[in-house]
């Protein structure tokens, strides 16, 4: 089974850029489509990002689009979400998470339909 671990946040101000990475021990993850939520204290986690095992798809939140960028790095076996313009709201504890593609893409945006998640990297973006 694939085990996920984030890496990245920090504390940044309003307008500056956040780099968060997935990294993936036991498994390739070639073989799952990947998603990035997040959870602010006292709501629940919402999608921010997913992307299709290929890569050849990309979905985004309202939220973030123009922000934000997953992408995925198959040799270093990683997830990256590359955050700019960061704005205060879009602070809470980042998550990415992994589903088998053969489970296929669709609903990506529901967290339900993955099977792993990481620990979380905490982002605070202060105004």
Do not use: H
């Not at 602010?40 to 919402?46: F, I, N, Y």
């Amino acid at each position: 089974q694939v085990q996920l671990v984030e890496s990245g946040g920090g504390l940044v101000q309003a307008g500056g850029s956040l780099r968060l990475s997935c990294a993936a021990s036991g498994r390739t993850l070639s073989n799952y489509n990947m998603g990035w939520f997040r959870q602010a204290p006292g709501k629940e986690r919402e999608f921010v990002a997913a992307i299709m095992y290929s890569g050849s798809r990309t979905d985004y939140a309202d939220s973030v689009k123009g922000r934000f960028t997953i992408t995925r790095d198959k040799a270093k076996n990683t997830v990256t979400l590359q955050m700019n313009s960061l704005k205060p709201e879009d602070t809470g504890v980042y998550y990415c998470a992994a589903r088998p593609y053969l489970r296929g893409y669709s609903g990506s945006d529901r967290a339900g339909v993955y099977d792993t998640w990481g620990q979380g990297t905490q982002v605070t973006v202060s105004s």
